[in-house]
């Protein structure tokens, strides 16, 4: 609906192993008022209409609308009727009817009303209170206009003439569609600039996190709680977010299955406006997808198996690259810096979901740069045969070798390869290292490197210096440092997220503001980098160097970017 006169200017595995506006979707909907009347018969909907349609009308009456005020939501963002009636857009000076679902108020709008300049094209802005200005407006031309009422505001909509009479330019559709339909779209442009998102209010926006309760991870849980808590504390006391206080809101829980019951029943219940450093490790795939259909905001999460670089959840945005980054960092530190041509890899994991598809992505990493096919070897947890892989690995002429397992099968398995003459590179992202790695035969020394998403070097002076004021003024415990340095940095995105995304604050907003970060300094970590194909902040890995002999990681450690 772009009210404008004619020729106006023209988005550790914890619990277990168009022509309206070009390039966009634009619409609104016309009460049988259209240039060319019909009668609308109720036709079949689809599953997905009424599936999105249903969850529009729940979210919307969740925040407070009425019935008629929830159904206009459905069209305003969606194009789609809640009772299957058609609604048809007639687009452009031709009038060349399409089906408004093809060009949803929102899509030129935006989901506050407000407009989205693109291509030439201002949809100018619809909000109420601005429609309905006692003094009207000026349009892009010097145009004066009236203030809108309700018929003016449907005659514009249905046959694209302003409050003063004059005819709205051809880059707003025209449409048609039911009078209740009209009605309850009507409703809802009066209701869309207080209609705001779950989790917001005027004095207050309500962030979540699901975090383990009771038995070993029960301190870990608590870690993060602390330091989310004290970050919000001080962000309140300087005001809040223009004058927003953050309220967090925990659910935690012993076990897996109540902590995916109750983090799921919190994503859900729309009291919150985003998720802050939920621990999702073990439950990536069923929170994920809850996250993604309630269009939640997910800031740091916890977990070595995030979705892979190249597969894209909008609303999730990870911090540091999980295993299948790693790997794929430490194949190119072994291509380049170790100066193996297209080398022979073997990868040995033990068989679970998880590993078997990092392995499949190093296979997938192997095959875009034409090396030569990987050997995947899986065996049972815990039951690893040291002697037949060593054979098969080396009998395939091995180079690189990277293990996906406990340290202390990774010697099993490099004692039978150093007795068989067979000593290649070894490879290992660092969250899986423990004690045993530096029990490797003598004859792998300078030949074992690790990855790690973040390491010490990271931390800037400033950043340790504010950090540790941090602590000491919330006297906050010295256990789970890394957590500790994780949530504060999460914390922190997510604010600079917040301020970005402007007082009219929404989840598409934040998203869009998060999409926009370019190597933002967190003090803690990497830089963080976010666009619209990219949710790892620091997509890469360190590369660090074991010495055997000293048993330790060796000084400096290169940074590999993945792309």
């Given amino acids: ?18 022509a309206a506006c070009p390039g966009r979707r634009g619409v609104l909907a016309s009460s049988g008022m259209g240039p060319r009347p019909r009668t609308s018969v109720p036709g079949p909907v689809s599953k997905a209409a009424i599936l999105t349609t249903a969850l529009l009308a729940g979210a919307a009456l969740g ?46 709008h935006g989901p506050d009303g407000l407009g989205r300049p693109e291509a030439g094209v201002t949809p100018s802005n619809i909000t109420w209170s601005h429609l309905t200005k006692p003094y009207g407006t000026l349009s892009g031309t010097g145009r004066r206009r009236p203030a809108y009422a309700t018929q003016t505001a449907i005659r514009a909509i249905a046959a694209g003439i302003d409050s003063a009479g004059n005819r ?13 339909d009209m009605a309850d779209l009507v ?34 849980g608590e870690a993060i709680e602390g330091v989310v808590k004290a970050y919000f504390d001080d962000i309140n006391v300087q005001g809040g977010i223009y004058s927003r206080r953050l309220e967090l809101k925990v659910a935690s829980a012993p076990t897996r299955e109540l902590v995916l019951a109750r983090g799921s029943a919190l994503i859900e219940s729309g009291e919150i406006f985003a998720l802050i450093a939920p621990v999702t490790a073990g439950l990536e ?37 999980g295993l299948t980054v790693q790997a794929r960092a430490l194949l190119d530190y072994a291509s380049k810096q170790l100066e193996l041509s297209k080398p022979r890899v073997g990868v040995v994991y033990p068989h679970d979901e998880n590993t078997g598809a990092v392995a499949q992505a190093i296979r997938g990493h192997a095959e875009k740069h034409k090396w030569p096919e990987p050997l995947l070897i899986d065996y049972p947890p815990r039951q690893v045969n040291a002697a037949a892989i060593a054979a098969q690995l080396k009998t395939a002429d091995t180079q690189a070798l990277v293990f996906l397992g406990p340290g202390s099968e990774l010697v099993a398995l490099a004692q039978e390869g150093a007795r068989r003459a067979w000593v290649p590179y070894v490879l290992m992202p660092g969250s ?78 934040l998203v869009k503001a998060l999409e926009a970060l370019h190597r933002f300094d967190t003090g803690l970590t990497p830089p963080l980098t976010y666009s619209a194909n990219r949710r790892i902040g620091a997509l890469g890995a360190h590369i660090v160097a074991v010495d055997l002999k000293e048993r330790n990681f060796r000084p400096g450690a290169d940074w590999v970017g993945v792309e």
Avoid at 72 to 84: M, T, V
Avoid at 439 to 462: E, G, I, K
Avoid at 484 to 503: C, H, N, P
Wanted: proline share 8%; glycine share 10%.
């Fill in 285 to 321: 795939a069923e929170l994920g997808e809850i996250v993604e259909l309630n269009q939640i905001p997910i800031i740091g999460p916890f977990t070595q198996f995030p979705a892979d670089a190249d597969t894209l959840q909008r609303f999730t945005f990870y911090l540091f690259a």
């Fill in 187 to 220: 409703a809802y442009l009066k209701r869309l600039e207080h209609d705001l998102d779950p989790g917001l209010a005027d004095t207050t926006i309500r962030v979540g996190t699901v975090l383990p309760a009771g038995g070993p991870m029960a301190s870990l």
């Fill in 1 to 18: 609906m772009t009210f404008r006169t004619a020729g106006g200017g023209a988005s550790d595995r914890l619990f277990g192993h168009g």
């Fill in 432 to 509: 899986l290292v423990d004690k045993a790695l530096f029990d490797l035969p003598a004859a792998f020394q300078d030949r074992v490197f690790v990855a790690y998403p973040t390491v010490p070097s990271d931390h800037t002076p400033a950043g340790k210096q504010e950090f540790g004021r941090f602590q000491q003024r919330h006297d906050l415990p010295r256990k789970h440092f890394p957590a500790q340095i994780a949530a504060y940095s999460a914390a922190k995105l997510l604010v600079e997220g917040l301020k970005t995304a402007g007082r009219g604050l929404s989840r598409d907003k």
């Fill in 168 to 180: 709205l330019d051809a880059s707003m559709p025209r449409y048609e569609m039911d009078p209740q």
């Fill in 63 to 108: 925040a407070g609308l009425s019935e008629e005020e929830a159904r206009g939501k459905g069209i305003f963002f969606e194009g789609d009727s809640a009772s299957g009636r058609d609604i048809t857009a007639y687009v452009g000076p031709a009038l060349v009817p399409l089906p408004a679902s093809a060009m949803p108020c929102a899509g030129c």
